[in-house]
């Protein structure tokens, strides 16, 4: 895939998937109601979440486009395995970026069903990595997929990243 083509899809693709799961859903499970905001230290914090969840899920859709030359749909995969900058912590930083967005968004307004939702959305999310993603990224890169799942964790980012190939 060409480099503006990998764009053009992976920023359809942001807005298709982690847009409608992140912003839109969140919305209408609020929208029914005006939801009071949280304590400060609640809204500080909830507030992180979101910056910190969608600029770790930017910088890996650009990561697809820029270093893996396709897309995270499966539609349209990249044409290399994607493990530089923040894939070099976690091996699932787009995953975790969405929940960290929808549980931003439960602690600012002290919305529990939000939070559920988060949950819900947690477990499918890996739900899905464990039965699809990790055999078609293990039968698509083979031995170079295999040393970077042994090295990166998939939910809990390491603290330095990790620096083989």
């Given at each position: 895939?060409?480099?503006?083509?990998?764009i053009?899809?992976?920023?359809v693709?942001?807005?298709?998937?982690?847009?409608v799961?992140?912003?839109?859903?969140?919305w209408?499970?609020?929208?029914?109601?005006?939801?009071?905001?949280?304590?400060w230290?609640?809204i500080?914090?909830?507030?992180?979440?979101?910056?910190?969840?969608?600029?770790v899920?930017?910088h890996?859709?650009?990561r697809?486009?820029?270093?893996?030359?396709?897309?995270?749909?499966p539609?349209?995969?990249t044409?290399?395995?994607?493990?530089?900058?923040?894939?070099?912590h976690?091996?699932?930083?787009?995953y975790?970026?969405?929940?960290?967005?929808?549980?931003?968004?439960?602690?600012?307004?002290?919305?529990?069903?939000l939070?559920a939702?988060?949950?819900?959305?947690a477990?499918?999310m890996?739900?899905?990595?464990?039965?699809?993603?990790?055999?078609?990224?293990?039968q698509r890169?083979?031995?170079?997929?295999?040393t970077?799942?042994?090295n990166?964790?998939?939910?809990?980012?390491?603290?330095?990243?990790?620096?083989?190939d």
């Open positions: 895939m060409r480099k503006p083509s990998a053009l899809g992976s920023a693709f942001f807005i298709a998937a982690p847009g799961v992140a912003g839109l859903v969140p209408l499970l609020t929208a029914r109601y005006a939801p009071p905001l949280a304590p230290p609640h500080v914090a909830g507030s992180f979440l979101i910056a910190t969840g969608l600029g899920l930017l890996a859709f650009a697809f486009a820029l270093e893996g030359m396709g897309t995270p749909a539609v349209a995969p044409d290399r395995l994607v493990i530089g900058g923040v894939y070099r976690v091996r699932n930083p787009m975790v970026a969405v929940v960290s967005i929808i549980l931003g968004q439960a602690q600012i307004f002290a919305h529990w069903p939070a939702y988060g949950a819900i959305i477990a499918v890996a739900t899905f990595v464990r039965i699809y993603e990790e055999p078609v990224l293990t890169y083979g031995t170079q997929y295999e970077y799942r042994a990166v964790p998939g939910w809990v980012p390491r603290i330095t990243p990790w620096r083989g």
